[in-house]
C-alpha cells in the first residue's frame, strides 16, 4: 500500500548539520517534497525533487534521493534555532488528483 | 497575495453542534483539499476536490461534509460534532501537478 515512514525526533546541537529521513512505498511518485511546520503554522513547501533526479542543493538544504531502495533525505547544513520545527516528507502519486501521501513527521530541536 | 485563507483559526464546539470551516484560495487552484493533524498521526485526508462543483472522499470522510460552490472556496462542515474530532484543520490548495499551499490552520475543541 501507500506509506510514508519518518522517524519522529532528531536533537541536533546549533552549527551542526541535520539529516532528517524519510522511506516511501510507490515506486512510480513523480514528485517527492518537504514541508517544514512551525508550531501553531501550516504546512510550507521546504522543497521538493523530481523522480528522475538523485539530489537537489538549494542554500543551505540538500535533497538526496535513492529510487532504487525508496529513501529521501533532508540534509540542513549549519543547523540554527529556526530550524526548530516538524518536517513532513510527501511522495505524489502518478495518477488520479495529484494525490500526496505524508509522512508523520519528524520534530527537529536544535540546542545551544 | 494571501494564498490560502481559513476561517476560524480557533474553535469551541459542544457536543452535537454543526459548524462549517470556510476555506478560500487567490492562486486560481483546481484542486483543494481538507486535512486533520492529530498528534503522532501526521495529516489524514478527509475531502477533496477537483473542481469547482466536485467532491470526493478522502481516507477519514465520516462525520464530515463538503461543498465546492466556486472555484476559491472549499467549505468542510460538521453536522454533529462529536468529541474524536477534536482536531487540527488545514486547508490545502494544489494545481494539477503541483504542490501544496496550505492555509494555517483551525484549531477545533469539541467537548
Known amino acids: 500500500g501507500e506509506d510514508v515512514e519518518q522517524s519522529l525526533f532528531l536533537s541536533v546541537r546549533e552549527g551542526d548539520s541535520s539529516v532528517i529521513n524519510c522511506t516511501y512505498t510507490d515506486s512510480s511518485s513523480t514528485y517527492l517534497y518537504w514541508y517544514k511546520q512551525e508550531p501553531g503554522a501550516g504546512l510550507q513547501l521546504l522543497t521538493y525533487i523530481f523522480s528522475n533526479m538523485d539530489m537537489k542543493q538549494d542554500q543551505r538544504l540538500t535533497v538526496l534521493l535513492n529510487k532504487k531502495d525508496k529513501h529521501l533525505s533532508l540534509r540542513i547544513a549549519d543547523t540554527q534555532t529556526g530550524d526548530s520545527a516538524i518536517y513532513f516528507c510527501a511522495e505524489s502519486l502518478s495518477g488520479g488528483y495529484n494525490k500526496l501521501i505524508f509522512g508523520a513527521g519528524t520534530r527537529l530541536a536544535v540546542h545551544p | 497575495n494571501a494564498g490560502v485563507t481559513q476561517t476560524p483559526k480557533f474553535r469551541v464546539l459542544k457536543t452535537g453542534q454543526s459548524m462549517t470551516l470556510l476555506c478560500a484560495q487567490d492562486?486560481?487552484?483546481?484542486?483543494m483539499y481538507w486535512y486533520r493533524q492529530d498528534p503522532g498521526m501526521g495529516l489524514r485526508l478527509i475531502h477533496y476536490?477537483?473542481?469547482?462543483?466536485?467532491?470526493a472522499k478522502g481516507e477519514v470522510p465520516d462525520g464530515y461534509n463538503v461543498s465546492r460552490l466556486k472555484k476559491q472556496n472549499f467549505l468542510l462542515g460538521l453536522e454533529s460534532a462529536a468529541p474524536s474530532q477534536t482536531s487540527v484543520y488545514f486547508c490545502a490548495s494544489s494545481s494539477a501537478g503541483g504542490g501544496y499551499t496550505f492555509g494555517s490552520g483551525t484549531r477545533l475543541t469539541v467537548v
Open positions: 476536490s477537483v473542481g469547482e462543483g466536485t467532491t
Open positions: 492562486m486560481n487552484h483546481e484542486y
